[in-house]
């Protein structure tokens, strides 16, 4: 490596970390989410009402991944141990893939202690009420 080229690296590298330490580019924190938003079961799109409804029937679902844990790695939802909330998917008409739309409750399943309705696929969540 010429000394011009390792140069170049130095000056570059101050650059960098002077752009990084003056604020201009910045890592996107965590999103804080009021989970206690809430969204009536009447508010949520035909599909929701119709996987709720499911939920406390205990199925049948149409998606394999539907009752499997969610882990709450946003850390959006109230804090609970693993295993607490299960994730079900909310059918999006027009899509062949599960789409971003999802209800998680936790508790036990068909006896949910909470319900959250999600649109965007886990970046924030409303309270399921009656």
Do not use: W
């Not at 994730?87 to 909470?114: F, M, N």
């Amino acid at each position: 490596m010429s000394r011009f080229t390792s140069l170049k690296l130095v000056i570059t590298g101050f650059l960098l970390a002077g752009v990084f330490a003056s604020g201009f580019v910045q890592a996107k924190g965590p999103v804080v989410i009021d989970a206690r938003t809430t969204i009536a079961v009447a508010e949520l799109p035909r599909q929701g009402t119709q996987t709720y409804q499911l939920i406390y029937q205990g199925g049948p679902f149409a998606h394999e991944k539907d009752g499997v844990v969610f882990g709450n790695r946003e850390r959006l939802l109230p804090a609970q141990k693993r295993g607490f909330y299960r994730e079900y998917t909310v059918a999006t008409p027009g899509l062949s893939h599960r789409g971003a739309r999802r209800i998680v409750c936790g508790g036990q399943p068909k006896t949910p202690d909470a319900c959250y309705y999600t649109a965007d696929h886990y970046a924030s969540f409303r309270q399921i009420v009656p």
